[in-house]
């Protein structure tokens, strides 16, 4: 496809559940971020990963998050039991990544994770 | 500590008219900022980027500002239109990485 997917569009789980979400960025772009964006609120920043350095996770609220990025292109959010609070619409974006400082940023649809 | 700052109060405006949206920045020297469109149930949509060395930037309607001084961006809808009714997200390129930090937008309502 020509954009970032992502998968489930929509998660229903149970308090203390893991769930597994799924971000397929745009061929070709070496950069992946994840961001969390709550009713009303901004984006709020998770982790990001550029080619094969190691990932900035500086972003990530605790240890029950964590994400990995397979052969350089589908990466996976997985949150481990989980909380009510971590209930919001987590977003992928994926960017061609370059020695100058130009990236925009090409977001997916989101997730909508509501945690019962 | 570095913050973004967006009027978090809906900008209502006629059609026709000019809007201007406001993002203000403290702690930060960004070598760029981004300006981004995000409608209800969707992802952002980028729209303009303005570096650290320009002070204006245009795109058919759009029209970003940049005052490192100020430390400040003002971004422009000339002749506003209902379908320009959605969230404005300015971020900025945070540290020597291509991360990028959010601030939490302002949702601006063109009335016809």
């Known amino acids: 496809g020509a954009g970032v997917s992502q998968s489930p569009s929509n998660k229903v789980t149970e308090k203390g559940k893991d769930v597994e979400l799924r971000c397929d960025p745009i061929s070709g772009h070496t950069a992946l971020y994840w961001y969390r964006q709550s009713l009303g609120q901004g984006l709020e920043f998770l982790i990001y990963f550029q080619g094969n350095s190691a990932p900035d996770k500086s972003g990530l609220p605790s240890d029950r998050f964590s994400a990995e990025r397979t052969g350089g292109s589908v990466s996976t959010l997985t949150i481990q039991r989980t909380q009510q609070e971590d209930s919001a619409v987590y977003l992928c974006?994926?960017?061609?990544?370059?020695?100058?400082?130009?990236?925009?940023?090409?977001f997916g649809p989101g997730t909508r994770l509501t945690v019962l | 500590s570095q913050k973004i700052e967006q009027n978090s109060e809906a900008l209502n405006i006629q059609e026709g008219k000019t809007a201007t949206l406001t993002c203000n920045y403290t702690n930060y020297s960004p070598a760029y900022l981004q300006w981004y469109r995000q409608d209800p149930g969707r992802g952002p949509v980028f729209l303009l980027l303005?570096?650290?060395?320009?002070k204006e930037k245009r795109k058919e309607r759009l029209k970003v500002t940049f005052d490192t001084t100020l430390k400040q961006s003002l971004f422009h809808i000339t002749a506003s239109q209902p379908a320009d009714s959605a969230t404005y997200l300015c971020a900025l390129r945070s540290g020597a990485t291509n991360k990028l930090i959010f601030g939490t937008g302002t949702l601006l309502a063109v009335q016809p």
């Open positions: 974006a994926s960017s061609l990544a370059s020695g100058g400082s130009y990236n925009e940023q090409f």
């Open positions: 303005i570096r650290e060395n320009e």
